[in-house]
């Protein structure tokens, strides 16, 4: 008879093994507790931050390719997901406010950064992610509220 690999959750069921033995009509099989491994991609990350990179049509078109580039150099650089809280990295579609682009959003939090370019893509690395303390004036609240870019400063 062929090996034949069982799924993880079967694989902790005696109940569900025997039952399917049962159908198969198969003699019963033993698990072997040490023989159980989880598979590659099972690791359950310990970084407690997310930024969410928004990969919209609009956050492209203003920039969002070349922020993620600069967000995961600096990850590397800087050593991201193993200081502080731990800093993991995501594209998503889109967050919502698009006329702000590009947007990203920051987690646990869930703050907003809007209209972002390098530099400050640097600060929100430096003082959010690093020292935990949002940007305020990099931010956009949730609040619900349609919302407009402020200006850049010079
Ligand atoms: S496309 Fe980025 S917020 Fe909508």
Redesign the pocket.
Known sequence: MPTVRLVPLLQRDDAALAALCAALDHAPVQLDPDGIKPAEGSLVPAQKRRVLV?M????VAAGAETLWGHLRNEQDRLKLRARGDGTMSAKTS?????NL???IQVWPEGTYYAGLDEHDLDRVIAEHLLAGRPVNDLAYEATGAKQVLRPRRL
């Open positions: 928004c919209g049509g609009p956050c889109c967050l919502g406010p698009c682009a590009p947007v």
